[in-house]
């Protein structure tokens, strides 16, 4: 089942915050982040397990609530190379690589 | 810094027509991808492959769709006759396992025509 993301785009100006979140109706064992500029492919961010983890890599952070079979990216302090689109991937039984993703959220960072 | 490889960046086939879209994955990840993500959409999983085998597939990956790791190498996907939607840019990606990252290759853009 895909995960649902929202919102589908923002837009910021730089230095600005933005949450992205990724939910899904079922119960989840992983969640993957990826940023994928156009024409370019996916590239990792982080992932967070089951057991309610929280990450950080230089300003961008997630969290991930497995009870609500949720998690949210948090990027502080926008810059303008975080422009890009923002996928979750999620793992529902541990089965390594059926990462399902979620359509997408696509971030615009203005000068 | 080891990278996952994808040959050709980009391929253009008749419908009806085989293809063959070639992946190197980083050398010691044992497990291995295919994704694709048509124009403007999301990527969708097709197929995961450990130990010689495939280990998980997804709807889209039906009888049209096989993969093989010839050699220990190269690790394949073909497509036996192309259809004009499965026009999409083809990822291949390898990990380590254990809820680690997978790493993405630069993708073969394929356009049926």
């Known amino acids: 089942q895909q995960p649902v993301q929202s919102p589908q785009a923002v837009i910021l100006r730089e230095g600005e915050d933005a949450v992205i979140n990724c939910s899904s109706s079922?119960?989840?064992?992983?969640v993957h982040w990826y940023r994928q500029k156009h024409g370019e492919a996916p590239v990792f961010l982080m992932i967070?397990?089951?057991?309610?983890e929280q990450k950080g890599h230089d300003k961008i952070s997630a969290s991930f609530n497995e009870k609500k079979q949720q998690s949210s990216l948090y990027l502080t302090a926008s810059q303008l190379s975080y422009s890009g689109t923002y996928f979750c991937?999620?793992?529902?039984?541990?089965?390594?690589?059926?990462?399902?993703f979620g359509k997408g959220t696509k971030l615009s960072v203005k000068p | 810094e080891p990278e996952v490889t994808q040959t050709p960046s980009h391929q253009v086939t008749q419908m009806g027509q085989e293809v063959i879209l070639r992946c190197v994955p980083i050398?010691?990840?044992?497990?291995f991808y295919w994704y694709r993500q048509i124009l403007g959409q999301k990527v969708e999983f097709l197929v995961s492959?450990?130990?010689?085998?495939?280990?998980?597939k997804s709807e889209i990956f039906d009888d049209q769709f096989s993969v093989e790791r010839p050699d220990g190498s190269n690790f394949t996907l073909k497509i036996r006759s192309t259809k004009l939607e499965d026009s999409a840019m083809y990822f291949c990606?390898?990990?380590?396992?254990?809820?680690?990252?997978?790493?993405f290759g630069q993708g073969t853009r394929l356009t049926v025509v």
């Open positions: 991937g999620t793992e529902d039984g541990g089965s390594q690589g059926n990462l399902i």
């Open positions: 967070l397990l089951k057991g309610g």
């Open positions: 990606a390898s990990g380590r396992g254990g809820q680690t990252e997978a790493f």
């Open positions: 492959f450990y130990n010689n085998e495939i280990s998980e």
């Open positions: 050398s010691n990840h044992l497990y």
């Open positions: 079922k119960a989840l064992y992983s």
